[in-house]
């Protein structure tokens, strides 16, 4: 499955780290990722994984992160997030 | 020191430790992180000198688990940081607070590979709960105060905070924070209502208990649930000293070498009351198979356990202390669930320990049994890991979780001695024993400078097979008998050895040597080592092969000398 997950952050220097580590090590691959600053001094990252694992592994993983203000999954399909749906699968 | 003061941030280091009811902090000086050791000379807050910063690290585990406090622990830039990380691991897995200080070089050659710098923040991402690096003065009062926070709630776990030499000896006016406590979630009413009516549908309903009823503060609570619904139930290797001893229905610890009533009750009920407890490995065996009929009510304060490997029927992750009373309440099952009752107890007489063991040597389990039974009602017990760790489990019995420390998620050999030292600082009045093997023993021996240094009566019981026992025992069964690294017949002496220390002891070999001995040991006012030797042929059962359902338990092989 593909998901597309946002996050809000803390402005700490290593948070991109530590998000990066729980997501490796819960068993989800990163094929896509954003981050920029919002103006009230907090980062968002936009970020797509591949994983056969359930998303709320990682998701609630992400929320214990003491950094980690807010975490939500956009989307999430069969297809790379994003990529067109092929012809020849329905929706 | 009033607030407001002028001081080194060194000095607040040590302000805020005792203004966070620190006595004792365990560790080991150097460079990086001399100033804050200079704050701590002649302060009322003691150190306890270890000779290893993992032992250091391990006596603050082995502190707050057995006192319920936060431990803390300090070591110096590069290698005094890494030396922390197996413990800080250990603290991870098994849910303990600890609160880790490293020195760290100054800010301004950060990043320039400088004498005994490593990145220990980076470092510290995968084995703490959380972790800092203080890079400005006035962030550093306040980041001690959101460590000890962090430590101690919800789920317990060691925090780091990793202190540049600079912001120790620069200057801050000391100013206590505004503090922001965190509560322990309370329980959904609807939560509470479909949990109640799972209780109340099941016929066959057991309790599975972990780690986090004791750190909840929770054992009173579960034990009334216990008495007012007559559940049976069974304990993980942490979740030991949960359930009183002789409680009706409980049957000790379940998993890969848990009773076999245990495993059997599990796999035959119809709903598993999870409390505190997240499906290990080592608990589920074979995770499709394990009580594949029942449905799951699974209570924890970490959301991130519920579903990670077993699908709930109902979740509450909420504080235990309202949880279990607010089940208890208007249920009333102890009627209906007789002939389970029964059930349960048929297996706990059908599969009783058999402490009937002919022949002239040392039977170990029969020792720890007796040993149980002989230790004063303030008592800690410490071991480490292998064949001796789990005939501990099985064989000893425990008033409350803080009796019992046992490294269970990280399984780390060395872990026995310096908990031990940690639980003899928190509980000076207690018995501590160790209960260690010849393998782990040796993994952090240099801790036994630190009973000598400060007089303490750990006693130690060093069963010895002349073997790394338990990968013995898989190679065994497992590995076609190929005994690749396990012999230890070239051991020391450890009574020669405990010598050097001056710590008096005895060697035993025979099993009617095992009664005046203990007695000795547990007499002695200091510290004792008694080392027990026993046959390697003797191992752990039963034991539930790796990936098999835990109702199929290999059981005793070895004929009996």
Known sequence: MMHAVELRLKPQPEVLERVLRVTRHRGFTVTELTMTANEDSTLKVNFDVESERVIGLLTHQLTKLFDVLDCQVLTSSTVPVGAETPASVSA | ?561
């Open chain 2, 1 to 561: 020191m009033e607030s407001g003061q002028k001081m080194r941030g060194a000095d607040a280091v040590i302000k805020v430790l005792a203004a966070h009811g620190v006595t004792t902090v365990f560790g080991y000086p150097g460079g990086a992180i001399m100033p804050i050791y200079d704050a701590l000379y002649g302060h009322p807050v003691e150190h306890l000198l270890s000779r290893h910063e993992q032992g250091a690290a391990f006596a603050a585990v082995g502190y707050a688990r057995a006192s319920g406090k936060t431990g803390v622990c300090f070591a110096t830039s590069g290698p005094g940081a890494t030396n922390l990380i197996t413990s800080l691991s250990d603290a991870l897995l098994d849910s303990v607070p600890v609160v880790a200080i490293t020195g760290q070089v100054s800010t301004a050659v950060i990043g320039t590979d400088a004498f005994q710098e490593i990145d220990v923040l980076g470092m510290s991402l995968s084995c703490t709960k959380h972790s800092f690096m203080v890079t400005d003065i006035n962030e550093l009062i306040p980041t001690l105060y959101k460590a000890f926070e962090i430590a101690a709630s919800g789920r317990p776990g060691p925090v780091l905070v990793d202190i540049p030499k600079d912001i120790q000896i620069a200057e801050l006016e000391y100013k206590t924070p505004l503090l922001t406590v965190t509560e322990e979630p309370a329980p959904e009413v609807t939560a509470i209502d479909a949990a109640r009516e799972l209780l109340q549908q099941a016929k066959k309903p057991i309790l599975y208990v972990g780690g986090g009823v004791g750190m909840a503060g929770a054992v009173d609570h579960l034990r009334q649930f216990i008495d007012k619904t007559g559940i049976p139930s069974v304990a993980t290797l942490k979740g030991l000293g949960a359930i009183a001893h002789g409680t009706k229905g409980y049957l000790g610890m379940l998993g890969m070498h848990g009773g076999k009533a245990a495993n059997l009750a599990v796999q035959s009920c119809d709903l598993l009351i999870v409390v505190g407890a997240r499906f290990d490995d080592r608990v589920t065996g074979r995770l499709a198979t394990f009580a594949g009929n029942a449905k799951v009510l699974h209570l924890d304060i970490d959301i991130a356990e519920i579903n990670k490997l077993r699908q709930a029927d109902v979740a509450i992750s909420a504080d235990f202390r309202q949880v279990l009373p607010a089940l208890a309440a208007s249920l009333d099952m102890q009627a209906e669930l007789t002939q389970w009752q029964q059930e349960v107890e048929d297996l706990y007489r059908e599969h009783q320990w058999d402490y009937q063991h002919p022949g002239d040597l040392i039977y170990a389990p029969a020792m720890l049994r007796r040993l149980a039974n002989k230790l004063p009602e303030d008592s800690v017990v410490s071991c480490d890991v292998g064949q001796h760790q789990m005939w501990v489990a099985q064989h000893m019995w425990f008033r409350r979780p803080e009796d019992h420390l046992s490294s269970a998620g990280l399984g780390t050999m060395g872990f026995g001695l310096p908990a031990a030292i940690g639980a003899q600082v928190a509980r000076p009045d207690a018995t501590v024993v160790t209960v260690s093997g010849d393998g782990s023993f040796m993994m952090n021996v240099q801790e036994l400078t630190t009973i000598k240094r400060r007089k303490l009566p750990v006693k130690i019981l060093l069963i010895d097979n002349q073997k790394l026992g338990m990968v013995k025992q898989w190679q065994q069964l497992f590995f076609e008998q190929r005994y690749s690294e396990t012999d230890l017949s070239d051991n020391p002496d450890f009574v020669l050895m405990a010598s050097a220390f001056d710590i008096p002891g005895r060697t035993i070999h025979r099993a009617e040597e095992v009664e005046a001995a203990l007695d000795e040991m547990l007499a002695t006012p200091g510290p004792f080592m008694l080392h027990v030797a026993i046959d390697d042929a003797f191992n752990v059962w039963p034991l539930v092969p790796p990936g098999a359902c835990n109702s199929d338990m290999m059981d005793q092989m070895e004929k009996q000398t």
